[in-house]
């Protein structure tokens, strides 16, 4: 069985496409593999605190997982350019501009991808088109990506560290110092507060209560992937890239491995020394949540260079790759495949309720039970990327 297991993990590694880097893939495929796995338990009632997103200030493994990817969406820019920057700026400004609308579609066919059959008075019209979310993970990831690019292409690596630092004080100036009122005529300044800062009011006013996630948020709605907390989200990326240029420096691996883990610790300790004064927040992705997701991911992927590439202990990493080469086909399945346990209606439920209910609740019980179908739905995950690995479709946006 181990022997069948390690021969399993030594041919999907031999399949790894030509002139990728090992630990990205591992580190891609973690964080998208993590990401589906806490967006489909059995049941949301019964879900581990891991597992959960924080209420509001503060951190979970969980909200890590999204900046991680965010991040090493900025390696892969840089990783991708290699020595081209100079060459053709508006023909990779096309390409990336019509990556980056890819994305946003794709991000708006998950939203859009459901029908309420249990319900015969449903209105796709009213309740779906009209009430449209904007933006969501891969709209968010389209837009960074694009706007990270562009920095890219026209800066080199001071202005990117410029960038960085400038759109985490942007951000933090517009979220503390500008004013903004609501409806009723009340002025607010410098609020942090759920459904109540600058980035709420203007996600509310320029996206509409009605096409944003927190809908039912008072006084205004807004959304965790809106407007404001863009701009941060883009100081990740660029974290990344600076990553990236480390990597292709000609540095020992040793050194850059001790780089990024001394960059990683002192990262995260800032942020939790600043953390009372400029609370740590992934919904309104603070600069001191750039800083501790950035120091975390840093920290991730020193650990794995050092396991894959100076120990060498590499087997271990394949299911990760299977996943990691494929990120955005398997996060697009994954949602495909969890709305359609979402609406198809059994016994007055939905397929997805019926199977945590008479299947994995009895067995396992209430928490362990809604764990195991998510397990289970990664499993099963896992063999459809599988098949598309080994014969090397790679979905490329």
Not at 212 to 234: K, N, Q
Not at 284 to 296: C, D, E
Not at 325 to 342: C, D, E, K, P, T
Request: charged share 10%.
């Amino acid at each position: 069985m181990m022997r069948a297991l390690q021969r399993h993990c030594r041919d999907i590694l031999a399949l790894q496409p030509g002139g990728r880097l090992l630990a990205l893939d591992v580190l891609r495929g973690l964080a998208i593999m993590a990401m589906v796995l806490v967006n489909n338990p059995g049941s949301w009632s019964y879900v581990y605190g891991p597992l959960r997103h924080a209420e509001w200030h503060g951190w979970t493994i969980t909200d890590l997982i999204f900046p991680a990817f965010i991040v090493m969406v900025g390696i892969s820019i840089h990783l991708s350019l290699g020595g081209k920057q100079q060459l053709n700026k508006a023909d990779l400004i096309k390409k990336g501009a019509v990556r980056a609308l890819k994305l946003y579609v794709l991000g708006l066919f998950l939203v859009l991808f459901y029908y309420n059959f249990r319900d015969p008075a449903y209105s796709y019209l009213e309740q779906k088109l009209l009430t449209l979310r904007w933006f969501g993970v891969l709209q968010r990831i389209g837009l960074v990506y694009f706007c990270t690019l562009l920095i890219v292409l026209y800066s080199g690596t001071r202005g990117r560290v410029c960038w960085l630092i400038g759109l985490c004080v942007l951000y933090f100036a517009l979220m503390q110092f500008m004013p903004y009122s609501d409806a009723q005529g009340n002025n607010f300044v410098g609020l942090w507060d759920f459904g109540n800062s600058f980035a709420a009011w203007l996600d509310h006013q320029l996206l509409g209560a009605s096409h944003v996630y927190f809908r039912e948020a008072t006084p205004f709605a807004f959304d965790p992937e809106g407007l404001l907390s863009t701009l941060p989200a883009i100081a990740s990326c660029l974290s990344g890239v600076l990553i990236a240029q480390l990597l292709q420096s000609e540095r020992p691996l040793t050194f850059k491995i001790r780089i990024l883990m001394l960059v990683g610790v002192v990262s995260v300790w800032i942020a939790e020394l600043v953390h009372p004064a400029l609370p740590i927040n992934k919904i309104l992705w603070t600069p001191t949540f750039v800083l501790l997701s950035s120091g975390y991911t840093a920290l991730l992927l020193g650990g794995t260079l050092w396991l894959t590439e100076i120990k060498g202990y590499r087997l271990w990493s394949a299911p990760l790759v299977v996943f990691g080469v494929n990120a955005i086909l398997f996060f697009m399945l994954a949602g495909v495949a969890a709305r359609i346990l979402s609406m198809v209606p059994v016994a007055g439920t939905t397929l997805g309720n019926w199977l945590f209910a008479n299947l994995f609740q009895p067995l396992l019980g209430n928490y362990n039970g809604s764990l195991g179908f998510a397990v289970v739905f990664l499993l099963l995950s896992y063999l459809a990327m599988l098949w598309c690995y080994r014969r090397g479709f790679i979905f490329k946006v």
